[in-house]
């Protein structure tokens, strides 16, 4: 078998343990395959071995790879400039790293200007790291209080990344925590606010995310394999 469907189907295989564990089905998680620094023909090669669902990192790449993901769905996943928001409006099925008010803003007019209705997540600061973006649990409520407001954004649930792990267990405690956040902020759905989907959990991880109540993960390099940085 072709390398990149083994990892897929060995993927697909612990995505299928973690529900079973979790006494869940395993069509209650999607699987995202991060194709950041993944050429057109790797993106492929994954789409034939079934992915449906690909995350990328930057709004440059997500453009210019955009024809590869003919037939399947985009995520952005990365940090999102309010300069560069409109550029992936409209093409992304999700937008899962909405960290602010200003940029769910600027997504919101952007959609309205492409006459469609942009899926989001919100994207958790849940370690309460300083080097990474989003949104603090206690601001969370202020965010949804506000975000009835767009007619032009969807908030489909909440995305989180966790620390790097140091071992598969490692992140548990912090997903356990967005979970329970989940499932609390859940009873705030109105027009444009309904959440399930819970994206968490990365390669070395996702199968502890999804026992803690996953709904979505994103897997990159055990699927792609270490990723190549091009000299720049």
């Known amino acids: 078998m072709e390398p990149i469907a083994e990892n897929v189907k060995r993927g697909r295989e612990r995505i299928a343990e973690a529900c079973l564990r979790a006494g869940r089905p395993e069509t209650s998680v999607t699987l ?8 057109p023909e790797i993106i492929r090669r994954a789409y034939d071995a079934g992915v449906r669902d690909f995350g990328e990192n930057r ?12 037939g399947a769905r985009v995520h952005m996943i990365g940090h999102l400039q309010t300069n560069k928001a409109a550029l992936v409006t409209s093409r992304c099925a999700l937008i899962q790293s909405v960290d602010s008010i200003r940029l769910a803003q600027t997504i919101d007019r952007a959609a309205e200007k492409k006459g469609c209705v ?9 370690a309460r790291e300083a080097d990474k973006s989003g949104l ?10 506000q975000f009835r407001e767009f007619s032009h954004l969807k908030l489909c649930g909440l995305m989180t990344i966790g620390p790097k792990p140091e071992n598969e267990q490692s992140n548990r405690k912090y ?4 979970y329970r956040i989940y499932v609390d ?8 606010i309904v959440l399930e989907i819970l994206s968490m959990g990365m390669s070395r991880d996702y199968a502890a995310a999804i026992e803690e109540g996953a709904t979505m993960v994103r897997v990159g390099t055990a699927i792609f394999g270490e990723r190549f940085y091009p000299a720049t």
């Open 185 to 192: 902020k859940r009873a705030k759905t109105c027009n444009n």
């Open 59 to 70: 709004v440059q790449e997500l453009i210019k790879k955009y024809p590869s993901y003919d």
């Open 175 to 178: 997903f356990e925590k967005c």
């Open 32 to 39: 995202v395959a991060v194709s950041k620094t993944q050429s």
């Open 136 to 145: 603090m649990p206690e601001a969370l409520d202020e965010f949804l209080d």
């Open 118 to 126: 942009q899926n989001v997540l919100a994207e958790l600061n849940i």
